[in-house]
């Protein structure tokens, strides 16, 4: 029998003065391979050794909230992320766009973007990083500079591979 959030929500708006929780279900990993960057393992560890920290330090103050069943979760996560982790190094004088190369595009309306292919834990595209599994970072793969694509409703043009 499958348990949602929803289901121990609803506990916890009974009288029940000794809720306990058991366990979340893990939260969603992807099927494509776990590529990372050596600064997505690097992040990875960070993680995992914080997120190890707080749920000792709560476990070992006999909480049995949601909170540590949330960073079971988590922790288990981010354990199975770090055992699939396989590193990808940036490669060195691309010519054509390949996983780790930064990649400056020109948009249609003119502006200009410049984006790293990352893993998909490590993606931001508000801090210049994109997962390699996106549709742009896919039309991407293996471009030359010049080259266009389409991505969605428009078209863009790789300016610069580093």
């Keep these: 029998m ?55 330090r709560v476990r070992a103050s006999n909480d049995r909230s949601l909170a540590l069943v949330t960073l079971s979760r988590e922790v288990r996560y981010w354990v199975s992320r770090r055992a699939s982790a396989q590193v990808v190094d940036r490669p060195l004088n691309p010519t054509k766009v390949e996983f780790g190369c930064s990649v400056t595009i020109l948009r249609s309306d003119g502006r200009q973007q410049t984006y ?38 428009s078209d863009i043009e790789l300016v610069t591979i580093i």
């Design 2 to 56: 499958a348990f949602s959030i929803w289901t121990y929500m609803s506990k916890a708006f009974t009288k029940d003065a000794d809720l306990t929780f058991d366990e979340l279900l893990d939260r969603p990993t992807s099927s494509h391979p776990n590529f990372v960057t050596t600064e997505g393992l690097i992040a990875i560890d960070a993680a995992l050794a914080r997120l190890q920290d707080e749920y000792a």
């Design 116 to 153: 790293r292919i990352v893993g998909e834990d490590e993606a931001d595209p508000s801090r210049g990083t994109m997962s390699y599994v996106s549709p742009m970072a896919q039309a991407l793969v293996g471009k030359e500079v010049g080259e266009k694509v389409r991505v969605g409703n």
